[in-house]
């Protein structure tokens, strides 16, 4: 069942808010990331519908919000790459990359580490997000995923959709990925992070 109701409360900084029915009633909890993929920004004062659903502490939770008016938008899901493939494909040719000399060991090891990292930084900002809790920075997301971490927040991302409906956020996010590439290989071309494996593996 689809309510209608009124956004009363946003914080647009950490991404939440909270949704009053129009014919009364308790107020509910709403995510940025229970929009449609491509909506604007909510504001105070949107006309909404949403389904509500209970989290584990019994506190009402308004899920697939669409703005008054809104269509339905064509499913996308059969057209976008799962994260976890692209973070698999993306080690795959790292390992192999590494098999045949072109970069040492320490890219794959540090790939891994700061993915690992990233994974739970989302997981857990996620969970502040739905519990009203401290958020951790958008800067530090950003910083973790420009220091190889960005295989990691990819899977995180989608997993537990956050910061997937977030425009400006997958903007930066992005040009962290496309920087660190550019870092990384060029750390590998100049032999930088062969040198830098042999002084911290002792190679």
Request: proline fraction near 3%.
């Given at each position: 069942?689809?309510?209608?109701?009124?956004?009363?409360?946003?914080?647009?900084?950490?991404?939440?808010?909270?949704?009053?029915?129009?014919?009364?009633?308790?107020?509910?909890?709403?995510?940025?990331?229970?929009?449609?993929?491509?909506?604007?920004?909510?504001?105070?004062?949107?006309?909404?519908?949403?389904?509500?659903?209970?989290?584990?502490?019994?506190?009402?939770?308004a899920r697939t919000v669409r703005f008054a008016?809104?269509?339905?938008?064509?499913?996308?899901?059969?057209?976008?790459?799962?994260?976890?493939?692209?973070?698999?494909?993306?080690?795959?040719?790292?390992?192999?990359?590494?098999?045949?000399?072109?970069?040492?060991?320490?890219?794959?090891?540090?790939?891994l580490a700061a993915s690992l990292v990233s994974?739970?930084?989302?997981?857990?900002?996620?969970?502040?997000?739905?519990?009203?809790?401290?958020?951790?920075r958008e800067s530090s997301l950003h910083l973790?995923?420009?220091?190889?971490?960005?295989?990691?927040?990819?899977?995180?991302?989608?997993?537990?959709?956050?910061?997937?409906?977030?425009?400006?956020?997958?903007?930066?996010?992005?040009?962290?990925?496309?920087?660190?590439?550019?870092?990384?290989?060029?750390?590998?071309?100049?032999?930088?992070?062969?040198?830098?494996?042999?002084?911290?593996?002792?190679?």
């Amino acid at each position: 069942m689809r309510h209608a109701g009124r956004i009363t409360e946003w914080n647009d900084e950490r991404g939440f808010g909270f949704v009053v029915p129009s014919g009364g009633g308790d107020r509910a909890f709403v995510h940025v990331s229970e929009f449609q993929r491509g909506s604007r920004q909510p504001v105070v004062g949107d006309l909404i519908s949403y389904e509500t659903t209970r989290d584990a502490r019994n506190r009402l939770n308004a899920r697939t919000v669409r703005f008054a008016g809104q269509k339905i938008a064509a499913p996308v899901n059969s057209l976008r790459l799962p994260g976890w493939k692209i973070a698999l494909a993306f080690f795959s040719l790292l390992v192999l990359a590494t098999y045949f000399g072109k970069t040492p060991i320490l890219v794959v090891l540090v790939y891994l580490a700061a993915s690992l990292v990233s994974y739970m930084m989302y997981f857990l900002d996620k969970g502040a997000a739905e519990k009203g809790y401290r958020r951790t920075r958008e800067s530090s997301l950003h910083l973790i995923d420009l220091l190889c971490g960005w295989p990691g927040g990819l899977v995180a991302q989608q997993q537990f959709r956050h910061k997937t409906a977030k425009a400006p956020f997958q903007r930066m996010y992005w040009l962290t990925v496309l920087l660190n590439l550019g870092g990384v290989a060029w750390l590998a071309a100049s032999g930088k992070a062969q040198w830098l494996s042999d002084v911290l593996l002792g190679g």
